[in-house]
């Protein structure tokens, strides 16, 4: 199931994996564990998530774009957090799930913390080689940073 743990390096650097259920809130799930010890609360994560987003959603997450893109951005983000359809496995669902573009920095930002969030790709190469890709992305919170202007 985790087969991008076969890296030494990332296998080193794993203090736990917690398996949380599949229903289609398991990035939520995961927070929820990481934050209250307790997968179950991913509904309060949402709300968590969601009371920081409507805070920074002008300025912080601001979606640069035209108005109708601006829109159309702010309420699927809106839309996901509100939801509490569970299990929400179906193609239509999709919208719902934990995104790994947005909601990051928004956990790192609602819960004051890093949030390192690990992929693990495998492809074909033309050749039919099997390459395997290992990503990490970095989300540091933005708020309560000391902002310190270089002289």
Known sequence: ?????ESPQ???AIKAIHSVGADGNCGFRSVS???YNDQCKWDQVKEDMLETYMKYKDTLYKVIGSDAVTQFEEERMVNRLLSRKSPCLERDDQATWFSTFICPQVVADTYNRPVIVFSYIENRSNTGKLINTYEACVYFPLINMELIAAN
């Open 33 to 35: 564990y990481d934050v």
């Open 1 to 5: 199931m985790f087969k991008w743990i």
């Open 10 to 12: 990332i296998r080193s």
